[in-house]
Nanobody, 125 residues
Framework: QVLLAESGGGLVQAGASLKLSCGASGPAFGNYAIGWFRQAPGKERDFVVAISWSGGITHYADSVKGRFTISRDNAKKTVYLQMNSLKPEDTGVYYC??????????????????WGQGTQVSVSS
């Protein structure tokens, strides 16, 4: 089992940057692919980005390509999400999740076994 905890959220103005962290506890963190999802107020939770267990393969939603960067440090059991040029539409609760392997469908939430509690990101215009 993997326990996940997000941190780094906050309130920023449009154009600013934030760096989220997803810390994990439990064995074999390096065996899991990690995804980030977000849920805007009144909307469904959507895929943002995912990274393979090794960090060598990443997948980004079109809405964040070129602005967000995912990385991981398996020794620290942490995945990072660097978010630049934030927009008001990036507002939401950001969740990280762990998957034993999402294959070609990293955007599918049912591919993920473990979820964090989320961290709020608010971007004002």
């Amino acid at each position: 089992q993997v326990l996940l905890a997000e941190s780094g959220g906050g309130l920023v103005q449009a154009g600013a940057s934030l760096k989220l962290s997803c810390g994990a506890s439990g064995p074999a963190f390096g065996n899991y692919a990690i995804g980030w999802f977000r849920q805007a107020p009144g909307k469904e939770r959507d895929f943002v980005v995912a990274i393979s267990w090794s960090g060598g393969i990443t997948h980004y939603a079109d809405s964040v390509k070129g602005r967000f960067t995912i990385s991981r440090d398996n020794a620290k059991k942490t995945v990072y999400l660097q978010m630049n040029s934030l927009k008001p539409e990036d507002t939401g609760v950001y969740y990280c999740a762990a998957s034993v392997g999402y294959g070609s469908t990293p955007y599918r939430q049912d591919e993920y076994l473990y979820w964090g509690q989320g961290t709020q990101v608010s971007v004002s215009s």
